[in-house]
């Protein structure tokens, strides 16, 4: 257990440094979007500019990290939003991400979109964020069809893609017209997730109670 | 009846020219994506790189006519396909158009995510491009809602939405992984716009034939 213990001295001290700068880029990000500056970032820790490049050497490094980040903040939210109705609380919380922090929404469309290009930086973070996120939600959704929550006739997989399609799309869809209500949308399509009435499928708890036991 | 024949003299053949010009431009970038450079383009035509210009002032302006060529030639092919499933055929043909020509996805992609950005000569074509499109999937949905063929339980916006936002994360998706098999997940996806059993809703002519008249 000794080698999981907390890093102690400088290594401690590095550790925290880089999660100040990560933690100012993300803030900077989302309140300017990508014009943020690595200045504005810099200052806002208290050091240089060529400091921020021993944590992070290239600016597309920093950005990725905060990628990263928001993706974890991003699910957090969603999670803890969970309640009586998990799927669509989740689905709006979500959308509900994504429209409060428009800054950070556009650097992820405008760094998935250059990463298509095999030779982007970025290309190979997002290969595989978008299957590690398939997997993790194909998981979810399997789960949701033993239960009875979501519908059994369509592959778990396809169900997965196509709701991270819906959150991919809505979010474009959004940042072209600020006016569309996506959470609304997001809803609807929960709602085409639920098992068809008479597939003999609905025995979730989402539905009429069962006898216990 | 005059005003819309058909223009003649130079006026014609500079319309021809255009054409000649857009018709280029497609194919390069078809083949090369967004490398295709300028030059290419007027060799292929055999103009002056500054004719280029004359048709379409900026890269910008040559590259948005593209798009919008991909959209009309992406829509006839789609509504070629309709047979005898008319919602899945037209869907799988829309993910297949875009396997087929790569570099035109990709030039989508990112104009689309570059024009978030309220400043950018492209916001404004998204922008109506995106209300058109859902104004125009909408009243097709509400179509199909009345024959029975798509659920009429959620609005037809939402649903109308759910199909764009669908068709471009897929589009993404497929990007950043071409073993994605998107064409089945979009079948997928348009066997749950379908009516949900014992919705009462199943008069369409995809459902069991209902005596004429």
Request: proline share 6%.
């Amino acid at each position: 257990m000794t080698n999981q213990r907390k890093p102690r001295g400088p290594y401690r001290k590095s550790a925290e440094r880089r999660e100040q700068i990560l933690q100012a880029a993300y803030e900077a990000i989302d309140e300017h979007g990508e014009r943020a500056s690595l200045q504005d970032i810099a200052d806002r820790v208290g050091v240089t500019q060529p400091a921020l490049t021993y944590y992070f050497p290239t600016r597309d490094d920093l950005l990725l990290a905060v990628l990263e980040r928001r993706d974890v903040v991003g699910k957090a939210f969603a999670v803890a939003a969970e309640e009586e109705r998990p799927m669509i609380d989740s689905m709006v919380a979500s959308t509900r991400h994504t429209t409060d922090h428009p800054g950070l929404a556009k650097l992820y469309v405008t760094l998935s979109a250059a990463a298509t290009d095999p030779e982007s930086p970025a290309h190979r973070y997002f290969a595989e964020r978008y299957s590690g996120l398939a997997a993790e939600v194909t998981e979810y959704i399997q789960e949701q069809q033993r239960t009875g929550e979501v519908r059994a006739d369509e592959p778990a997989e396809h169900l997965a893609r196509t709701l991270l399609a819906v959150l991919d799309g809505l979010q474009i869809q959004w940042m072209h017209d600020p006016t569309v209500d996506i959470a609304a949308v997001a809803e609807t399509f929960t709602r085409m997730l639920v098992p068809p009435a008479g597939s003999g499928q609905q025995t979730g708890s989402g539905q009429a109670a069962e006898p216990a036991g």
